[in-house]
């Protein structure tokens, strides 16, 4: 039996591990593959030499460069409907807060989800998936939280473990039972909250739907008391857990993610820098979400030189939502998180890959290139890796391997 499946030769490398180069460079190398792993990183010439010897399927890179399959950590991947009217209100002067004050918002939504079928919510979540895949997403992370009933939460995460069986990429799956009060429980929020960290938060784990809780932690939402029950529920579950953090305002939401181990923090637009120190100490990674900063045309962006400063690692992630951000490409949101937020292009894929995995607590498996890590590549036709975040619009893609396999031949 070959010690190699694959011998990819002729590439330059963004490993994306930490220390040494920029991005992990290894130029003019070589990587090879075992099955759904990386078995050996060299140089092209070390690679040529070993390709002679063996029984080996020797593939040219063309010079393209390798980087980590991209990871999109958060997004709100299947739901029914969308938010096109609540886009033209906001443009006429709106806020977000108001239109869902007024019953609109993520409530629109969870009307939409819930009268869908299965099938539509899988044909509209797929449409967007293959567009993160085009880019080079390997692993993407779904929150439910448009169900907010327990067959309807069910429903979305069945659709999210589906999506990840049924297409080449691989699929996290966050139970964010405390998204918004339906309106059913509006006499009894306390209620509700019980019901999403007892009974359903269990029966949802059982069935294997969940890898991790999420709540929305704003004044608009649910409080910081309500957060900590889910997150209290979920470490007794043995379940990692993420906070819609400081979005909006600042409540102290970071605080308590960090309190409480959460994997990551996200948004956090609103952030103090005791919830940066708070968040450093935990190893709570801050998940950016630039175009949904963007699309509520918000004016205070996330204090990235303090989130630096108190040495929190970094992820960016589209948000893919229907009302605050309906972006289904990842390059943009790394050029946003670059352009908005000023990140460097090197920290925007840092964020993609090493760190996105970390905010999803996959980072033994994917996120950087490595022997012994999932064979999740991308192939770029790009000179430099800064053009990943430097352009609008522009997908140079050129090939995407998952688990070892590639998806399509190279373009
Ligand atoms: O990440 N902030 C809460 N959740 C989503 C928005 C959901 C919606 O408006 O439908 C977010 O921005
Ligand atoms: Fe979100």
Known sequence: MNEWDQLW??????????????????????????????????????GQRHAAADDIDVRDAQGLWITPGLIDCHTHLVYGGNRVAEFEQRLCGVSYEDIARAGGGIQSTVRATRTATSTELHQSALV?????????????EIKSGYGLELSAERRLLEVARDLGERSPV????????????????????REFVNRVCGPWLKALTAEGLVDAVDAFCENIAFSLEETQQLLEAAKSLGLAAHVHAGQL?????????????????????????SGARALAAAGTIAVLLPAAYFTL??????????LREAGVPLAVATDCNPGTSPCSSILTAMNMACTLFGLTPEEALSGTTRNAARALGIQNEV?????????????????QPAELSYGLGANPCAGVMHRGTMRAELI
């Open 297 to 306: 045309r918000q004016t205070t962006p996330p204090p990235v030189a303090l």
């Open 9 to 46: 030769i002729g590439a330059h490398i963004a490993t994306m591990s930490l220390g040494g180069s920029a991005y992990g460079e290894l130029s003019d190398a070589a990587v090879a593959i075992k099955g759904e792993r990386i078995a050996w990183l060299g140089t092209a010439a070390e």
């Open 249 to 273: 305002s600042d409540m102290g939401a970071a605080e308590l993610a960090s309190k409480w181990g959460a994997l990551s923090a996200d948004h956090l637009e609103f952030l103090s820098a």
């Open 170 to 189: 691989s699929v996290r799956k966050t139970f964010l039972g405390l998204h918004s009060l339906p309106p059913e429980f509006a006499a009894d929020r």
């Open 128 to 140: 967007r998936l293959r567009r993160l895949m085009a880019e080079g997403v390997t692993t993407v």
């Open 367 to 383: 996120g950087t290139i490595a022997v012994g890590m999932r064979a999740d590549l991308a192939f770029w036709r790009i000179e």
